[in-house]
């Protein structure tokens, strides 16, 4: 039994490091990589008196995840970055995320860039009710039932993007915003569908049809990705010219899902992706009540 376990966490670890995650199951165990290297610490230290090289293999698939995940934990050296300041936050609102709480966030961080993913036509209803549309008045919206509804609130103007990509899953918008001063970001809501029994090759596919980052646009992608920095899709994606945000500032174990009161978050699902010469002053993750997922804050500094 005990060489069953090591072997298993052993496997989790090449795995994981070789970016070899097929099918469902393996992909979702993915997200849970944080926790597998203190579960092979724990074996590790049970095993260390009576089978020793049993408990020699456990710690080097402890040290294999922890070298995986721990840097997530110490921030990043930044790009020199001297354009506009830039805030986003994304919240997937569940459809139901309470919109003051929302509201009271945008005006507390001063966001000039809201990604929101499951919004319904009522919850955008609530939100412009709660004073979201003097804050946010510039929108591209693509509110639906159901969780497939999605929109971007803006501070400054923006113009849909309608040819960036071809969104597969959720409803995706892109746009691009004009800043003061001449200069324009492009920002996408994201949202693919989890990678849940046969949707797990659609979710993959979807991450690999994101654009990637532009030497002549300065791209921001925010939202429910549902995918971890532990997945080799969402490394992938990062490796096309972009960084993620928590990432770049030591919060990237902070979890974001699931939110309920009967379940703390445990894994990290929602991002702010940034273009690679964007640097990244400061990262929070908020709560929001009623809905299932953390809301995520990023202060940008343009280049």
Not at 65 to 75: E, K, Q, T, Y
Not at 86 to 98: K, M, P, Y
Not at 273 to 278: F, L, N, T, Y
Request: with cysteine; hydrophobic share 50%; proline share 8%.
């Amino acid at each position: 039994m005990s060489w069953t376990v090591v072997a298993l966490l052993a496997l989790w670890a090449a795995i994981r490091v070789g970016g070899l995650e097929q099918g469902s199951f393996v992909t979702q165990l993915m997200t849970a990589t944080p926790y597998g290297a203190a579960l092979a610490a724990l074996t590790a230290l049970l095993l260390i008196r009576r089978n020793r090289p049993a408990a020699l293999v456990a710690a080097l698939a402890c040290v294999t995840m922890a070298a995986c995940v721990l840097p997530r934990v110490i921030g990043a050296d930044q790009p020199v970055a001297n354009g506009a300041p830039l805030r986003v936050l994304t919240i997937n609102l569940f459809g139901r995320g309470d919109a003051q709480t929302v509201v009271d966030l945008v005006r507390e961080y001063d966001v000039e860039v809201l990604s929101t993913l499951e919004l319904t036509p009522a919850e955008a209803e609530r939100l412009d009710a709660a004073g979201l549309k003097e804050l946010l008045p510039y929108r591209v919206l693509q509110a639906e039932s159901g969780a497939t509804g999605s929109g971007i609130y803006t501070k400054h103007p923006v113009t849909e993007l309608t040819d960036l990509f071809t969104p597969i899953g959720h409803n995706m918008p892109a746009a691009s915003m004009a800043l003061p001063g001449g200069s324009a970001v492009e920002i996408v809501a994201v949202h693919p569908n989890p990678p849940l029994g046969r949707m797990e090759q659609e979710w993959n596919t979807a991450l690999g049809a994101l654009p990637p980052a532009s030497p002549s646009a300065v791209r921001v992608l925010a939202g429910d990705f549902n995918a971890s920095l532990d997945h080799s899709a969402f490394r992938d994606l990062l490796s096309r010219g972009y960084v993620d945000a928590a990432d770049q500032a030591g919060r990237g174990l902070t979890p974001t899902w699931p939110n309920l009161r009967a379940i703390p978050p445990v894994i990290a699902i929602d991002h702010i992706v940034a273009d690679e010469r964007v640097a990244v002053r400061r990262v929070e993750v908020v709560d929001v009540p009623r809905t299932d997922h953390r809301g995520v804050f990023a202060e940008l500094r343009l280049p």
